[in-house]
């Protein structure tokens, strides 16, 4: 699977922006996706993921400003981030993984990465 993330930007807190994922291979509705993030200095987090049959999980610190989407159609899986903070400044990173459980509980690396996408959210 090849995962290629796209949507990233500069916003001011309060706003928003939608960040997607488009992956390859026929096999993408197997797979749950996840959205982390690397913030300066800071380690990779867990943002937010969906199993392939829907299923979320979002961090506390997200909960009730992201959304996560997936399209099993078109092979993509999107963020919607609303009342952004600066906090949420980083390095997002979307990935995928057969084992969705495993994702949530953070006790293995995800199979497959995309490339990082920035967001700035300006104070």
């Known amino acids: 699977v090849q995962l290629q993330a796209s949507g990233g930007g500069l916003v001011q807190a309060g706003g928003s922006l939608r960040l997607s994922c488009a992956a390859s291979g026929r096999t993408f509705n197997r797979y749950a996706m996840a959205w982390f993030r690397q913030a300066p200095g800071k380690e990779r987090e867990l943002v937010t993921t969906?199993?392939?049959?829907?299923?979320?999980y979002l961090a506390d610190s997200v909960k009730g400003r992201f959304t996560i989407s997936r399209d099993n159609a078109k092979n993509t899986v999107s963020l919607q981030m609303s009342s952004l903070k600066p906090e949420d400044t980083a390095v997002y990173l979307c990935a995928a993984d057969p084992n969705w459980s495993a994702i949530v509980s953070n006790t293995k690396e995800c199979d497959y990465w995309g490339q990082g996408t920035l967001v700035t959210v300006s104070s």
């Open positions: 969906i199993s392939w049959t829907g299923a979320t």
